[in-house]
């Protein structure tokens, strides 16, 4: 079981609102190099979404079920059958009906991740992030950085972090991007 977390980044390390859904000061950045640039399959998961499962916090699953659902073409049938896993601390709990094979996770977050048999990929969903990253249960890092600087904004490792060391696995072109992989170096 390897845990993937796969993000939009800018030059400057800023993750925070790619497609502007936030409305946040320079938001939309992704999103800017046409819809060619995010769409299918750019993080090169292939069979990871067909033989392990989608992690998502409330926030990103409930813009997700907003946009997959309706669409047919062969990632988006991926991404509608992969099982998902929806971390939500909200009163009440979210519902998570609107999005097929979703379910809210059952216990804490890290204790359910480090039990799960399944390759887990993490799309977007900061916090949850933070908390993987917290627990040292990120294995792999999958960054499509666009020729973007912010200045401001989210960053996927804040400042004071703990120090970790990462190996570049790959790096290629994916239309205005890049995508790297980077896998944790070996201890």
């Known amino acids: 079981m390897s845990v993937i977390v796969i993000e939009f980044t800018t ?9 502007g859904s936030a409305g946040t000061p320079g938001g939309g950045w992704a999103f800017r190099y ?5 769409a299918g399959d750019k993080f090169r998961l292939g069979r990871v979404l067909d033989e392990g ?19 047919d073409d062969p990632f988006a049938v991926r991404m509608n059958a992969v099982p998902k896993l929806v971390v939500s601390r909200a009163p009440g709990r979210a519902d998570v009906a609107g999005w097929a094979n ?11 991740v480090a039990r799960e048999r399944r390759d887990v990929v993490v799309a977007g969903s900061l ?46 072109r994916v239309g205005a991007a890049v995508l790297t992989r980077y896998r944790r170096a070996v201890r």
Do not use: H, I, K
Request: charged share 30%; with cysteine.
């Open 11 to 19: 030059l400057d390390g800023v993750v925070s609102d790619p497609d």
């Open 34 to 38: 046409g819809p060619e640039a995010v």
């Open 53 to 71: 499962v989608l992690l998502l916090g409330r926030s990103t699953w409930q813009l997700f079920a907003g946009l997959w659902p309706g669409r």
């Open 102 to 112: 979703s379910r809210l996770l059952d216990g804490e977050l890290v204790e359910a």
């Open 127 to 172: 916090s949850v992030v933070d908390r993987l990253r917290e627990a040292d249960l990120v294995d792999e890092y999958r960054l499509l950085t666009f020729p973007v600087v912010l200045g401001r904004g989210r960053r996927l490792f804040p400042e004071g972090g703990s120090p970790s060391e990462w190996e570049c696995r790959s790096a290629e």
